[in-house]
């Protein structure tokens, strides 16, 4: 049996990583090094042709984050991956390596709202423009994709409109067209749903939610499927498919294979952009993936309960869960996540926009901030804050209603959650 046939909660542990072969210890350990000594001109010539493998530059390689990155990568079921100082900078590397001016990305329309700025106000002034289309009309993906499309852009459960898509579907359109299939698996994580099994050719997460789960470190990551022929398509992705002129002519996907995303990746777009990730942060991230399947079991629970508290509630009128019936993708959710249904409801009030503020601003126990997959439980209202930037038209595209409230449930006694919101909603409405 090989590492990556072992489950995943053996591989949350153990995948990447031995026993250190000079001291014996078992933790990885922490490189906090800038750099790293070669052993002879000729070495030190090589690795930077890329002839050979090695640690030039933390910024491009460091044997913390490796160990890292090869964890990702079996927990994801991908072939590499690269791992980033936040969710965001995983999402840029990307677009650098797959779009240039003049092409477009298209994008589910449910997206978060970092992501539909980025697109919108980021990505435009590279020349890159954006077509978002209704995440769960099919039809328009096809008809939106053209040639100069770089990438199709979808979540696994999006947030916060918690709706998932149908992966596989999309992945058929998008590789008719010649096109590689991006999916943030943010909300799943690789312990619920495993997109690379239904086409994703990369696969995106913010490492610093419920893979780390403790909301004291931010990271990003891209897990590389190692399926999409770049090669055959080397007009449309040269950074990859190419002679890459930065490195006097080397075809990436010549050199490496399935993985060619992976060291286009790190060769171009860590060393270049310079949006890596800190040898510590992989280290605490490390630390944390080794819980991480059993505090999924245990959000996924936790939520569970608290939507069907929140679904019998006088006061609530009406709930979002990917696990409850009344979901309008509980099919497509039943499809493809395994395990539970996430960590992650929302929910409105009766009074509208202001009473769903008084709400979140009620909530003692309940932390009101930004993040979401903390241990903790955290609550916020996305129309004022998170999706603030949204016009009123790309609000209702994205599922967020005013009286939205996003509840990222933690891990805490449900009874003490429940009771928390029971107080929180009586204040607001009285």
Known sequence: MTADDHGIFTRSIHAGQESDSATGARAPPIYQTTSYEFADAQDAAEQFALEKPGYIYSRLMNPTIETLQ?????????????VTGSGMAGLDLTTFL?????????????LYGGTHTYLNHTATRRGIETQFVDTLEYDQYREAIDEDTAYVLIETIGNPALITPDIEQIADIAHENGTPLLVDNTFATPYLAQPIEYGADLVWNSTTKWLHGAGSTVGGVIVDAGTFPWDEHADSYP???????AYHGVNFSERFGDAAFTYAAIARGLRDLGNQQSPFDAWVTLQKLESFPLRMARHSEN???????LADHEAVEWVTYPGLDSHETAANADKYLDGGYGGMLTFGVEGGYDTAQRTVESTELASLLANVGDAKTLIIHPASTTHQQLSDSELADAGVKPDMI????????????????????GTATE
């Open 303 to 309: 939520a569970a309960i608290v939507a069907e508290y």
């Open 406 to 425: 996003r509840l990222s449930v933690g891990l805490e006694d449900p009874a003490d959650i429940i009771a928390d919101l029971e107080q929180a909603i």
């Open 70 to 82: 090869d964890r990702l990568a079996s927990l994801e079921g991908g072939v590499g991956a690269t």
């Open 239 to 245: 950074e990859i498919g190419g002679e890459n002129p």
């Open 98 to 110: 797959l779009a240039e001016a003049g092409d477009n990305i298209v994008a589910a329309s449910s």
